[in-house]
């Protein structure tokens, strides 16, 4: 579900919050005025600053300062 300043709620089939996008997890804006689900299920939302692209279903998450991290990230595989 797309708001007016609070980004983009996901829910699931009981309407249960999934997860949260907003500007704590990297959206320029806030106010979405538009989303479309694409073929490669790709969320697009379009906001008053411009198009944004999220993958939804890609197993990689976002770490950064703003999530608290202070060092790098390695993994071996």
């Known amino acids: 579900m797309g708001t007016s300043s ?17 500007l704590e997890q990297g959206l320029k804006d806030a106010a979405i005025k538009t989303q479309f689900v694409d073929n490669e299920k790709n969320l697009w939302l379009g906001t008053n600053v411009g198009i944004s692209k999220i993958e939804i279903n890609s197993p990689i998450l976002k770490f950064d300062l703003t999530s608290g991290l202070r060092s790098t990230i390695e993994a071996d595989y």
Do not use: R
Not at 6 to 21: E, L, M, N, Q, S
């Open 6 to 22: 609070k980004g983009v709620i996901v829910v699931d089939g009981k309407f249960d919050v999934v997860y949260t996008i907003g």
